[in-house]
C-alpha cells in the first residue's frame, strides 16, 4: 500500500514549474472568488435577509486570506492580474510566467463563478427572485451578483478613476505588508492583513464601483454571465463598463508601486547595508555608556581618595 501511494504521488507530482504555479493560482483564485461570489448571492438572493453589504466585505477578505494560505507556498497567490503584472514590472516574476499566471486565474474565477451558480440556479432561489428571466439591471437584475458594475450615479471616467485609486492603494499598502526591508508585518499575519485590507477597500471604496481592482476578478465571471443566460448585456451595461475593470486596476497597479518606490522604497538600505548601519550604532552606544560608566567610577576614586587625606 505504501508503495502504491509512492507511485501514485509520483504520477500525479508535476514537475514543470509554471504549470504548477498556473494550477495554484488557478485554485486560490478558485477559494477566493467562491467565497466571495457565495456572498454576493445570499444578500442579493436574500433581500437582505441573510447579510448585507458589510458581508460581502469580509467574504471577500477572507476569501483572499484563505487563497494566500492556499496556494501561497506554490506560486506567491497572487490571484489577481494586476499584481501579477506589476510583480512582472518589478522583476519578482519572470515576464514568461505572466501569461500562465493569469490564465490560472481566469479559470479559477470562472469555475468560481459557474459554482456559484449551480449552487442557486439549482436550488431555485436564483429562478425564484428573477421569475426565470436573467437581467443585468432593473428590480431583479442579478448579472452584480458576478461581475461589477457602475452605480446609476457614476460617470464611465468618474469609475474609472476610483477603480485606478483604489488598485494603487491595494497595491501600495501590499508592499508595505510584505516590504523587509520596512516595517514589514509579522511573520505569518500577512495573508490576514491582505485579507483585512481588501475589507477596508470594500468599506472606503466600494460603493461607487463594487470596487473590482483585480481584472481576474471581473472578467471571467463576466464571460459566465454572458454565455449563462444574461447575454452580452452583461458587455453593454453601465456604458460599456466591461473593460474599466481590466485596464483601470493594471494602470492603478502601476500608481502605486511607483508612489510606494519614490516614497518609501528607494530610501530605505538593503537588508546588509541596514543590519550593518544598526550594529554600528549599537556599538557606538555601548561604547558611550562605557565611557560615562568608567567617568563615574574615577570621580567616586577621587572623592574616596580625597576623604581619605582630609
Same mark, same amino acid.
Given at each position: 500500500?505504501c508503495r ?6 509520483k ?9 504548477r ?12 472568488m467562491?467565497?466571495?461570489? @457565495? ?9 437582505g ?5 458589510l ?10 486570506t ?15 492580474a494586476?499584481?501579477?503584472?506589476i510583480s ?10 505572466l ?6 486565474q ?14 442557486y440556479? @439549482?436550488?431555485?432561489?436564483?429562478r425564484?427572485?428573477?421569475? @426565470? ?14 461581475a461589477?458594475?457602475?452605480?446609476p450615479?457614476?460617470?464611465l ?5 476610483n477603480?485606478l485609486?483604489c ?6 499598502? !501590499? ?13 505569518g ?9 481588501v ?8 460603493m ?6 483585480n ?13 449563462? @443566460?444574461?447575454?452580452?448585456? !452583461? ?18 497597479s502601476?500608481?502605486g508601486a511607483? !508612489?510606494?518606490?519614490?516614497? !518609501? ?15 554600528k550604532?549599537?556599538?557606538e552606544?555601548?561604547?558611550a555608556?562605557c565611557?560615562?560608566?568608567q ?16
Amino acid at each position: 500500500v505504501c508503495r502504491m501511494r509512492v507511485d501514485v504521488r509520483k504520477w500525479l507530482t508535476i514537475h514543470n514549474s509554471i504549470v504548477r504555479e498556473s494550477l495554484a493560482e488557478a485554485l486560490g483564485t478558485f477559494v477566493m472568488m467562491l467565497l466571495g461570489l @457565495g456572498s454576493c448571492a445570499q444578500v442579493v438572493l436574500g433581500r437582505g435577509e441573510f447579510g448585507m453589504y458589510l458581508s460581502i466585505n469580509l467574504s471577500f477578505g477572507l476569501g483572499v486570506t484563505m487563497g494566500i494560505h492556499t496556494a501561497g507556498g506554490i506560486s506567491g497567490a497572487h490571484m489577481n492580474a494586476a499584481i501579477s503584472f506589476i510583480s512582472c514590472v518589478l522583476g519578482r516574476l519572470p515576464w514568461k510566467k505572466l501569461p500562465a499566471y493569469i490564465a490560472g486565474q481566469f479559470l479559477g474565477s470562472f469555475l468560481a463563478a459557474a459554482t456559484v451558480f449551480c449552487i442557486y440556479y @439549482g436550488r431555485a432561489a436564483l429562478r425564484n427572485y428573477t421569475a @426565470g428571466n436573467l437581467t443585468v439591471s432593473g428590480p431583479t437584475g442579478t448579472a452584480g451578483i458576478f461581475a461589477t458594475y457602475p452605480a446609476p450615479y457614476m460617470s464611465l471616467l468618474g469609475g474609472f478613476i476610483n477603480e485606478l485609486i483604489c488598485t494603487a492603494m491595494l497595491v501600495l499598502c !501590499v508592499l508595505a505588508i510584505y516590504d523587509k526591508n520596512n516595517n514589514a508585518a509579522l511573520e505569518g499575519t500577512q495573508a490576514l492583513l491582505t485579507g483585512l485590507l481588501v475589507v477596508v477597500l470594500g468599506m472606503t471604496m466600494g460603493m461607487n464601483t463594487g470596487y473590482a481592482i483585480n481584472p481576474s476578478r471581473d472578467l471571467p465571471p463576466r464571460l459566465f454571465t454572458a454565455i449563462a @443566460g444574461w447575454g452580452l448585456e !452583461v458587455f453593454r451595461a453601465g456604458n460599456y463598463w466591461w473593460w474599466v475593470p481590466i485596464v483601470a486596476p493594471t494602470l492603478g497597479s502601476l500608481l502605486g508601486a511607483s !508612489v510606494y518606490k519614490i516614497c !518609501v522604497d528607494f530610501h530605505n538600505p538593503p537588508r546588509p547595508e541596514r543590519k550593518a548601519s544598526e550594529d554600528k550604532e549599537m556599538t557606538e552606544s555601548r561604547t558611550a555608556i562605557c565611557n560615562i560608566s568608567q567617568e563615574r567610577l574615577h570621580l567616586q576614586s577621587f572623592e574616596v581618595l580625597c576623604h581619605w587625606q582630609i
